[in-house]
T-cell receptor, first 113, second 109 residues
Framework: GAGVSQSPRYKVTKRGQDVALRCDPISGHVSLYWYRQALGQGPEFLTYFNYEAQQDKSGLPNDRFSAERPEGSISTLTIQRTEQRDSAMYRC???????????FGPGTRLTVL | GQNIDQPTEMTATEGAIVQINCTYQTSGFNGLFWYQQHAGEAPTFLSYNVLDGLEEKGRFSSFLSRSKGYSYLLLKELQMKDSASYLCAALTNAGKSTFGDGTTLTVKP
């Protein structure tokens, strides 16, 4: 594709449900990043991958959050047993290598009721 | 650890020049990004500085001093469409990025 795509664009769920957020990076990009962005703040690093290997997951808030990129392309961020405090914009970015420019997707707006 | 500081808000007049500063304290620093983000949209790339000095790209320029942990974004000939949030982000050698909270720039006629 021409750019990074994310789905769904909007997700409303009830507290306690699991959600899976998908990111499709720019074709050929080695590195893929997940961020969470609250209103009025900059993106907060969650985790990143080079190919299928998760390089750093230090930003994942707790063990309810996990991410995978099994074939080194599409990635899924999963949040189990969602809580209201998980409500935020979740953004994905990709870059050709881990020290290159990151290109952001449109984000998934998650609302936990 | 990682720490990024930039002013919360700035206001400037159309046609003027504005400088947005960013200071960082980053272990294993590799380079400094600047992104523009309009309300409700994704951040879009403006510049990436790895070496000290000024890099110019049209109306936008970015400066880096690695020894001082300091960068700035210079916007010339301001236009109304430049009203947005400007994010600086430090990238480490391990590939981790830390973003500041952004500077909201308002351009007035």
């Amino acid at each position: 594709g021409a750019g990074v795509s994310q789905s769904p664009r909007y997700k409303v769920t009830k507290r306690g449900q699991d959600v899976a957020l998908r990111c499709d990076p720019i074709s050929g990009h080695v590195s893929l990043y997940w961020y969470r962005q609250a209103l009025g703040q900059g993106p907060e690093f969650l985790t990143y991958f080079n190919y299928e290997a998760q390089q750093d997951k230090s930003g994942l808030p707790n063990d309810r959050f996990s991410a995978e990129r099994p074939e080194g392309s599409i990635s899924t961020l999963t949040i189990q047993r969602t809580e209201q405090r998980d409500s935020a914009m979740y953004r994905c970015a990709s870059s050709s290598t881990y020290t290159d420019t990151q290109y952001f997707g449109p984000g998934t707006r998650l609302t936990v009721l | 650890g990682q720490n990024i500081d930039q002013p919360t808000e700035m206001t400037a007049t159309e046609g003027a020049i504005v400088q947005i500063n960013c200071t960082y304290q980053t272990s294993g620093f590799n380079g400094l990004f600047w992104y523009q983000q309009h309300a409700g949209e994704a951040p879009t790339f403006l510049s990436y500085n790895v070496l000290d000095g000024l890099e110019e790209k049209g109306r936008f320029s970015s400066f880096l001093s690695r020894s001082k942990g300091y960068s700035y974004l210079l916007l010339k000939e301001l236009q109304m469409k430049d009203s947005a949030s400007y994010l600086c982000a430090a990238l480490t050698n391990a590939g981790k990025s830390t973003f500041g909270d952004g500077t909201t720039l308002t351009v007035k006629p």
